[in-house]
């Protein structure tokens, strides 16, 4: 069974920093496209940020240069660095493992003063 648990949520001010974890059971991230996605209050879904298998990584316009997606494979985890916040980063975070569409439960991430 493939589980996704997110982490690492919580409140930040802006221009703060927070790392969000995603633990995988089940797959092996290394062996999957990962991906970071968000949603705000009243809004759609959005892609975050994706790691290919290979390494390569693609990340949303709003976020490029501030996030950075990666991942550890000795503890097939993988992360969302996310520097230099900004109100509009907040959202529920979710980590998505495309090949098998599984979602974890998400994490609240707050950018206020």
């Known amino acids: 069974q493939v589980q996704l648990v997110e982490s690492g949520g919580g409140l930040v001010q802006p221009g703060g920093s927070l790392r969000l974890s995603c633990a995988a059971s089940g797959i092996i991230v290394s062996f999957n496209a990962m991906t970071w996605y968000r949603q705000a209050p009243g809004k759609q879904r959005e892609l975050v940020a994706t790691i290919y298998s290979g390494g390569t990584t693609t990340y949303a316009s709003s976020v490029k240069g501030r996030f950075t997606i990666s991942r550890d494979n000795a503890k097939n985890t993988v992360y969302l660095q996310m520097n230099s916040l900004i109100p509009d980063d907040t959202a529920v975070y979710y980590c998505?493992?495309?090949?098998?569409?599984?979602w974890g439960q998400g994490t609240q991430v707050t950018v206020s003063s």
């Open positions: 998505r493992n495309v090949p098998y569409d599984v």
